[in-house]
């Protein structure tokens, strides 16, 4: 047998040179000197840490909230689940637009029965969905990149601050299957499958309509795969087939009652760039940010681009950068082209709708500082995690006003949102095994823009199993209304806010009104008295106003120290309310403070503007008049 010439050492150089282009074409890093001194680089599976370890920065962000608590649009999809089977699976289940019937109609039919009683379990399920789209996208993105670029790259949409309301919302479903869909269809056309690619496709858009990026993404993929025209051509028959199926099921759905807010307004050139500009800024995770913080985040940002330039000056840099191309222009473009339908909807802003298109933008990103150094790739995904971890957390108290937000749904005001909501389910439930058939459930004085979190009627149908029963904020004279079968208060700052209502309060209440318009005063105050001392537990929102008409008796008995205390009782329950600085008013004038007095009346307005009686008291201070 022959023996094997060995290599020679012009070979062995060539074998090196060789082997370090293929390193840095793949971001690598490349160390001088013999191939045996470099150190061994970490299997793939030892990156799945940095999958768990941004799983765990989102969660611990998350930390306080009522993870899968149903709200919102949760209870059109259950309202629909529970009173009209079987479900038409071609129709919008109850939304007010889109046809999505495997994030809804399979989705709800699934986990429905776990919303009410396991929320936990949904949120569980959540978390499973974004393990497997990390898994998902690191596995594409090694088919180029070093594994620390690939991990980064696949962290970029776990550590993101929409991810909490994808994590903690069962609607936002429908935006967490359609980025799993996107980022499978992705790979499966990396991989070359086109079968597995198309389903994974369709799926996709029959989650939701973001996944039609990867349809145009197929033939561009196969084509620089391959070098080849013919195989972009195969591409384009297989997005055709599953356009043709979305497109004919669509069809289908309009006829059955779907709509899409489109219309037929034309193209709303005007708000495409500050849709865009919005969109970066959530990308980014700094939409929520402190204005100090988001400075800070934002120097991070230009730290690391500037050091990615100052590294570019390297040939081997820019020979990675080159190589990169494709997949940072086609990530722009994935960006772009998705973001660009929300014009249509603006000003009805939410950045989790836009967490699809994001994808592109974080492979672009994580793909350009990766190409200088993978430890810009990892500085990246760190500064993203500081970012999430310095957001608003869950709010531990549900307030009566609406938390400052530029998302209008942002992760703060849906956990308000969830525990006003699912507070109310306990506290009728504590109180009421079953309501009557047909029965009306009044709410009073509910905290501000919470309404919607109950889709009209549907949460309390819901709740009951009833079709019949009516959720209605309560009349303005309710003795002259039908009783309730139930009456629901609220706290201003509370864990749990909801208080159910003593109908002997209320009865007590209605009796004192009637007291006040006889002019009955002294009776009026005793009835106010009883009827505050009969309900409990206190429900402030109900209880304040009691203590301020108490005070307005006071005042017009002339015992103004009385008037004083019971409004401040009032302030102590509400904090600032327009009744509130009315009485402040009238009492700053009965010390001859009138510019105290009319500042108090500007604040009410600014409070209520239109009140009827900071309106009537500013007109006698401008009057010169000394209101009674």
């Not at 479900?87 to 046809?99: E, I, K, Q, V």
């Not at 349809?215 to 013919?230: D, E, G, K, N, S």
């Not at 950068?321 to 998705?338: D, N, S, T, Y």
Request: aromatic fraction near 8%; include cysteine; proline fraction near 7%.
């Amino acid at each position: 047998m022959g023996s094997t010439p060995k290599p020679t050492p012009h070979e062995h150089a060539v074998g090196r040179a060789a082997r370090r282009r293929g390193a840095a074409a793949r971001g690598e890093p490349v160390r001088p000197g013999r191939e045996r001194q470099r150190r061994r680089p970490l299997p793939d599976t030892a990156w799945a840490a940095l999958g768990a370890l941004s799983l765990a920065v989102l969660l611990f962000a998350c930390r306080g909230a009522p993870l899968g608590t149903p709200v919102l649009d949760d209870y059109s999809f259950l309202d629909r689940l529970t009173f009209q089977p079987p479900l038409d699976p071609f129709d919008s289940m109850g939304g007010a637009f889109y046809w999505r019937p495997l994030s809804r109609q399979l989705y709800f039919s699934l986990m429905g029965p776990w919303l009410l009683t396991a929320p936990r379990a949904v949120a569980a399920l959540h978390v499973l969905l974004l393990v497997a789209l990390y898994a998902a996208i690191f596995r594409s993105a090694r088919r180029g990149f070093a594994a620390p670029v690939a991990a980064a790259i696949a962290a970029f949409p776990l550590v993101s601050e929409p991810a909490r309301v994808l994590l903690g919302w069962p609607s936002a479903v429908q935006h967490l299957l359609a980025m799993l869909f996107a980022a499978a269809a992705i790979h499966e056309a990396l991989a070359g499958r086109r079968v597995t690619a198309a389903l994974a496709a369709l799926a996709g858009v029959l989650s939701h309509e973001s996944v039609a990026l990867a349809l145009p993404a197929f033939p561009l993929i196969a084509y620089f795969r391959t070098r080849r025209a013919r195989a972009a051509l195969e591409w384009v028959g297989a997005s055709a087939a599953v356009g043709a199926l979305w497109g004919a099921g669509y069809r289908i759905a309009l006829a059955h009652g779907v709509r899409t807010p489109l219309g037929g307004g034309g193209i709303p050139f005007a708000a495409m760039g500050t849709v865009l500009v919005k969109a970066l800024g959530a990308a980014l995770n700094l939409e929520e940010l402190a204005p100090e913080t988001r400075l800070a985040v934002a120097w991070g940002y230009v730290a690391l681009a500037v050091a990615a330039a100052l590294l570019a000056a390297r040939g081997r840099v820019r020979s990675a950068l080159a190589a990169r191309a494709p997949v940072m222009l086609g990530g722009i473009a994935w960006f772009a082209l998705g973001t660009l339908p929300l014009a249509w909807i603006w000003p009805d802003w939410n950045a989790w709708r836009n967490v699809t298109p994001s994808l592109g933008l974080g492979a672009a990103l994580t793909a350009a500082l990766g190409a200088a150094s993978p430890w810009l790739a990892g500085g990246l995904v760190v500064l993203r995690a500081a970012a999430v971890l310095a957001a608003p957390g869950a709010p531990q108290a549900a307030e009566i006003r609406v938390p400052q937000a530029i998302t209008h749904v942002s992760f703060e005001r849906l956990v308000r949102l969830q525990r006003i909501v699912d507070s109310t389910r306990a506290a009728l439930a504590s109180r009421y095994a079953r309501l009557p058939h047909g029965g009306v459930v009044d709410f009073w004085v509910m905290p501000a823009l919470s309404e919607v979190g109950y889709q009209g009627s549907r949460a309390l149908r819901v709740w009951y199993r009833d079709s019949t029963l009516v959720w209605q904020s309560m009349p303005g004279r309710i003795d002259d209304a039908p009783p309730a079968a139930a009456y629901v208060g609220y706290n201003k700052s509370s864990r749990a806010p909801a208080v159910v209502l003593n109908p002997a309060a209320l009865r007590g209440y209605a009796r004192a009104e009637a007291a006040l318009r006889a002019g009955r005063l002294a009776e009026a105050d005793s009835l106010l008295g009883a009827a505050l001392e009969a309900q409990r537990p206190l429900a402030e929102l109900f209880c304040a106003l009691l203590a301020y008409r108490r005070a307005r008796v006071a005042w017009e008995l002339g015992d103004v120290a009385r008037a004083d205390s019971l409004n401040r009782q009032n302030f102590d329950w509400v904090g600032e309310s327009p009744e509130y600085y009315v009485m402040e008013a009238r009492l700053a004038l009965a010390g001859g403070r009138r510019d105290q007095a009319a500042r108090a009346v500007r604040r009410a307005l600014a409070i209520k503007p239109g009140f009827p009686e900071a309106v009537a008291l500013g007109r006698e201070l401008a009057a010169g008049a000394s209101p009674p």
